[in-house]
């Protein structure tokens, strides 16, 4: 069974400091891992993804994520935070090898960042 | 482009009642998802569709059923209606595996 892992609620930053928002997953086989931000009252947005390749994909907004095989962990980063990037982030997994659950995206519980000025 | 559309967007119900929620899509995507957004739970997965006439259970199924009998709709009901299923409500697809999910704007329901 595939899961995905959000260990922090809330990430305090300040405006110009560097984020990251951490995220680790369980899959049977290799994963498909997506990074998405959701500002209040709206839908989810898409930031990024990894599907294979090079383990550092870059995205939406100078958004970028590190993927770890040996830690399974895909750790979302952005080098100078700021203060819209105050939102809800969400960590999700597919999994590929996944013979009865082919298609299911699951999310992890979301963390909270709040960026001072 | 209307991208992923939730009908409706807001719904009151009474306990016992029951109501469909819709979901279109226009980008020909073949995966189609349900998740509920809770405070604290994140978004848990209800039913999702890989194809047109598919459907497979979630997390979270039980109260609730889907249909695709098209492949742009992928419709929620809920036939008796609880109090525990006062959430948003988020529709989502994708063209396949490898991509990116789509959401649109959710439904905020409250059974009463």
């Known amino acids: 069974a595939q899961s995905v892992a959000q260990p922090e609620d809330q990430v305090n930053v300040a405006e110009g400091n560097p984020l990251t928002v951490k995220c680790t997953y369980s899959?049977?086989?290799?994963?498909?891992l997506f990074w998405y931000v959701q500002y209040p009252n709206r839908g989810l947005q898409f930031l990024l993804k990894?599907?294979?390749?090079?383990?550092l994909v870059k995205g939406s907004y100078g958004f970028e994520a590190e993927f770890n095989k040996s830690q399974t962990s895909f750790h979302l980063k952005k080098p100078s935070a700021l203060v819209s990037d105050s939102a809800l982030y969400f960590c999700?997994?597919?999994?590929?090898?996944?013979?009865?659950?082919?298609?299911?995206?699951?999310f992890g519980a979301g963390t909270q960042v709040v960026v001072t000025p | 482009n209307a991208g992923v559309t939730q009908t409706p967007k807001f719904r009151v119900l009474k306990t016992g009642q029951s109501m469909t929620l819709l979901c279109a899509q226009d980008?020909?995507?073949?995966?189609m998802y349900w998740y509920r957004q809770d405070p604290g739970m994140g978004l848990r997965l209800i039913h999702y569709?890989?194809?047109?006439?598919?459907?497979a259970k979630g997390e979270v199924p039980d109260g609730y059923n889907v249909s695709r009998l098209k492949k742009q709709n992928f419709l929620l009901g809920l036939e008796s209606a609880a109090p525990s299923q006062t959430s948003v409500y988020f529709c989502a697809s994708s063209y396949g595996e490898s991509t990116e999910a789509f959401f649109g704007q959710g439904t905020r329901l409250t059974v009463v």
């Open positions: 999700a997994v597919r999994d590929m090898r996944a013979t009865d659950s082919w298609g299911k995206l699951q």
């Open positions: 569709s890989v194809g047109e006439g598919t459907t």
């Open positions: 990894y599907i294979t390749g090079d383990n």
């Open positions: 980008m020909n995507h073949e995966y």
């Open positions: 899959v049977s086989g290799n994963p498909y």
